[in-house]
């Protein structure tokens, strides 16, 4: 055979020592035992080994045996115990499962942490798994640690082992690490029924598991083999270097496509080097290449030409996603972030999702206008049932018989009730119980009809809380937060996998890790993602036990070199599997410069380059032509059309006529950010109240006279404490007195050094402040408010708009679209017949309080140029005097006025940068652009494009 220390001492586990058999000649039935690596290659082998012995014409066979050493040991021990071969006084105890094992390291975890002042910044739940993960290998690789090399750690997972082990003793419990050694040397000593032959599948790595188990099969008389995967002659692979990760997985998705259209019966495999990190990008890659038809939900139910293998988390399924986050809303803390509610508020899953979806939606929108940030749940629910309340009075009054109000009002309730009911310890499959009445309270799984997936996920999860009885010896009376912490860890760790029977046949494209290897023959393999980074792994030792010791015994995830040499083992695999293989990396990751893994040398040197652009070409369809319809323009303005924004519609007319037709037409707008009470807005409405106070009716002599008396700070607290009030009596809550006393301080501060700057002014009388007008240009009719307007000693006019924060700017009055156009309008269309000497935003801010504008004459106002003093930015050929600005800013706002009422729509803008507040930018698909202009970039020849205005 073979010699299976030096094989531990190299790190390997497969030589050639043992016989080779190819997947084919084996006839299935007990005879034959597969033991395979992973739990999903014993699968995937299964299913090869029925379509090989299909495709020899048989009828009939008996399926493939396969399974991981540690099922079956557990199926072979447990069959001689059932058989009465193994006596049942023979056990150790009883047998614990990872969920019932886990509580006892948790606890043992706790109590030596309670002591530890920065105990809450530990992640318990990591390092509960690397504590059972570092028992399995101190138990079955017989680990023994040096005096000189015990760390800190190590020490401590040594206390939390004999925690463990103390309680399992005095309970007759079994850990999963003692259970496997106990199978194991039940086999040592004859036990079990054994097979005629033995084969081992896709270990390339050193098993000391199974260096025992084969070891005493050998002894036994068990012919050994090693499984041949091997379907071809090993082939030269091409090999693709992309331009970032999401042009690889755009390449393989389009070489997936291409095979898809020449041969329908195709099978592919898709293998990434960093799966979690990417599944995301390749199937949106794939959905477009493979479905760019499927748009909207009525295709999620369809089956799909491609399959993850891995499957999906369960805690990441819809309905179970929104049943843990109603659970952990009920048991969570006492402060909630209100964004997070208003986000499961319009979830599926519960309540009313679809009749109640509107109502829903408008509850959120009255929360985060009426709520800070942070706040309670109790307060949540007071506020929403008194809004629902309102709701079923209107609902009432209009005779709608079908309001949902009530019935959401049950459901907060309920959820209200759930949180109380949250307090205490009680045992698990209490809390259990507890949870699953909690969810049938909320409505939950929902209204809507569940997919397939759906309904197993639901399903899981039901399971998961029955199961939930046997953790109440070992985890005891338990507060309803670990319950809830349990459950989840539970749901993520189970993978929702493609069910058997949704589909007719096997997907024609299956998505795996690089570990996984093909069981049978492929038409085409593409490796993904194979960057110096990432492959071969890097490695990752157990934290609690010394890096030094794990490498000396060979355990291969501490060992840089063992990795390569099974990375590059399953590279050759995937070689000889397909008569395609294409290797492909990523150049580059953001602003970071990527490099191939140096286990693609030798392929680099014998494989061809395939082209990115190539692989990204759009295969020929035969799909009805589409017909192109330019989006540019909208309908026109109708004459029932009522169309608001004010100045604020022109100036998103003016930077990007889309953003004006989205937010002002067709009223798509974000939701309120909440804030803590005082955003920015609001200190800027403040502000104005306060602004407003001091000056209406007033002129500079005031203010030099309050100064000269010594009385304007009076003047001024009263002015704040009028617009406090004023602020407090239209907020929907009134400010705490501590915040409202700083922000009087604030604002205190901030006009005594706006008014010492307004005192160095020529002399002048406020004739108007926050005005308000209505105006029609061309037609279209737009409301204004005039924040100031002041007169001169002479009777010419000086228009102000405040600004609290110094992103406005004045630069594009001299341009032919005008972003700021609130100033020039009042100039030209509220007040087009009156002198104007000057126009200013008054930035009032403490850091650097000031005027920016454009004036008729210098020294009208502090730091504002006359015109004649900005020839820069006003030529004299386009601007030669005052009136022929005006008359520039008139025009520019009526050409904006005609592209609105016209329906001009177009998503062009001159400065992406101009978007920054732009709150319909996602409607703008500007990532999809760019990507299309990418895409068109890879295809045509180097230097093509195309000049002119950004459309972005």
Request: glycine share 6%.
């Amino acid at each position: 055979m073979r010699d299976w220390h030096a094989a531990a001492a190299a790190g390997r586990m497969m030589e050639p020592a043992l016989p080779r058999l190819a997947l084919a000649d084996l006839p299935g039935g007990a005879e034959d035992v597969v033991l395979c690596a992973t739990a999903h290659l014993a699968t995937d082998l299964r299913r090869a080994h029925g379509e090989a012995q299909a495709r020899a014409g048989r009828r009939l066979w008996r399926p493939l045996q396969g399974a991981t050493v540690a099922q079956w040991l557990e199926h072979t021990i447990s069959a001689a115990l059932l058989s009465g071969e193994i006596p049942p006084a023979a056990m150790p105890g009883r047998f614990l499962t990872p969920a019932q094992e886990r509580p006892l390291w948790e606890t043992a975890l706790r109590e030596e942490m309670d002591s530890e002042p920065l105990a809450d910044l530990f992640d318990t739940e990591a390092l509960v798994a690397a504590a059972i993960e570092a028992d399995q290998l101190f138990r079955l690789w017989r680990i023994e640690v040096p005096a000189d090399l015990e760390s800190e750690e190590y020490r401590a997972f040594r206390r939390w082992q004999e925690l463990v082990a103390e309680r399992c003793r005095n309970a007759r419990w079994v850990t999963q690490a003692e259970a496997l050694l106990w199978r194991l040397a039940c086999l040592e000593r004859g036990a079990g029924k054994m097979p005629q032959r033995l084969l081992i599948a896709g270990f390339m790595t050193h098993d000391p598991l199974l260096e025992q188990v084969l070891r005493a099969l050998m002894q036994r008389g068990v012919a050994l083999f090693e499984l041949d995967f091997a379907t071809s002659a090993p082939v030269a692979p091409r090999h693709l270097p992309a331009a970032d990760r999401a042009a690889e997985c755009r390449a393989a998705a389009a070489w997936a496509r291409d095979w898809r259209a020449r041969k329908p019966d195709v099978r592919l495999r898709i293998a990434l080097a960093d799966l979690p990190a990417t599944q995301a990008t390749l199937e949106a890659a794939l959905e477009a290449a493979l479905r760019p038809q499927a748009v909207g939900a009525g295709w999620a139910p369809l089956p799909r030409d491609f399959v993850f293998s891995d499957g999906q988390p369960l805690a990441e399924i819809e309905p179970v996603a929104t049943a843990l986050r109603l659970l952990r809303l009920a048991i969570g803390p006492r402060q909630v972030a209100l964004a997070e509610f208003g986000a499961l508020l319009c979830a599926p899953g519960w309540a009313g999702d679809l009749s109640a979806a509107d109502l829903r939606a408008r509850l959120d929108v009255f929360l985060r206008e009426c709520l800070p940030a942070q706040t309670t749940l109790e307060r949540i629910v007071r506020r929403s049932l008194a809004w629902l309340r309102q709701e079923d009075e209107k609902a009432e009054k209009a005779n709608d018989t079908d309001s949902q109000t009530r019935r959401l009002a049950v459901a907060l309730a309920a959820l209200q009730d759930a949180a109380r009911q949250s307090a205490g310890r009680a045992a698990p499959s209490h809390w259990a119980a507890r949870f699953a009445a909690w969810l049938e309270n909320l409505g939950w799984p929902g209204e809507r009809p569940l997919l397939v997936v759906e309904r197993f996920a639901c399903d899981a999860l039901s399971e998961l809380l029955t199961a939930t009885i046997l953790l109440d010896d070992v985890a005891g009376r338990i507060e309803a937060g670990m319950a809830w912490r349990e459950l989840r860890r539970q749901c993520r760790a189970r993978r929702i996998r493609p069910l058997p029977g949704t589909r007719t046949s096997q997907p024609a494209i299956e998505i795996c890790r690089l570990g996984d290897v093909p069981a049978g023959p492929l038409d085409g393999v593409w490796l993904l993602g194979l960057n110096e980074s990432v492959w071969p792994p890097l490695p990752r030792p157990n934290p609690l036990l010394p890096a030094a010791v794990q490498r000396a015994r060979g355990i291969p995830a501490a060992s840089a070199t063992t990795l390569a040499a099974a990375a590059r083992e399953a590279q050759a695999v995937w070689r000889a599997s397909a008569a395609e293989v294409v290797f492909s990396w990523s150049r580059q990751a953001g602003e970071r410069m990527l490099r191939p893994s140096p286990l693609l040398a030798d392929a680099l040197a014998v494989g061809g380059l395939l082209s990115e652009g190539k692989a990204a070409l759009p295969a020929e369809s035969t799909a009805p032509a589409i017909e192109l319809l330019d989006d540019a323009r909208a309908p026109a303005v109708s004459a029932d059309e009522r169309v608001r924004g004010g100045t604020a519609l022109l100036a998103a007319q003016a930077i990007c006529p889309a953003w004006a037709f989205y937010r002002y037409r067709l009223g798509a707008a974000v939701l309120p950010a909440p804030t803590f009470l005082l955003d920015a807005r609001a200190r800027g409405a403040l502000l104005h109240l306060a602004l407003e106070a001091f000056w209406r009716g007033r002129a500079q002599a005031d203010l030099l006279r309050f100064m000269e008396s010594g009385a304007l700070p009076a003047e001024i607290a009263r002015v704040v404490d009028q617009a406090l009030a004023e602020f407090g009596r239209r907020a929907v809550e009134p400010l705490p007195s501590r915040l409202a006393g700083l922000e009087k301080v604030r604002l205190e501060a901030l006009l005594a050094r706006w008014l010492a700057l307004e005192a160095a002014r020529p002399p002048f009388r406020v004739l108007a402040c926050e005005e308000r007008h209505e105006i029609s240009i061309e037609g279209l009719p737009v409301r204004l408010v005039v924040d100031r307007v002041d007169a001169l000693a002479d009777g010419r006019l000086v228009i102000l708009d405040y600004k609290s924060g110094r992103t406005a700017r004045a630069e594009s009055w001299s341009e032919a679209r005008l972003v700021e156009p609130q100033l020039p309008i009042y100039a030209s269309c509220v007040y087009p017949d009156r002198p104007l000497a000057a126009v200013a935003l008054a930035r009032v801010v403490s850091d650097a309080p000031g005027f920016a504008g454009v004036a008729e004459e210098s020294g009208l106002l502090p730091g504002v140029k006359s015109l004649d003093e900005q020839r820069r930015r006003y030529a004299l050929e386009v601007f030669p005097d005052w009136p022929a600005l005006r008359r520039h800013w008139a025009g520019s706002i009526t050409e904006l006025a005609r592209e609105i009422l016209q329906g001009v729509a177009a998503v062009v803008c001159e400065r992406e940068s101009d978007l920054a507040y732009c709150e319909v930018k996602p409607l703008l698909r500007l990532a999809e652009r760019r990507q299309q202009w990418e895409e068109t970039q890879a295809i045509l020849a180097p230097g093509a494009g195309a000049a002119g205005r950004a459309v972005e």
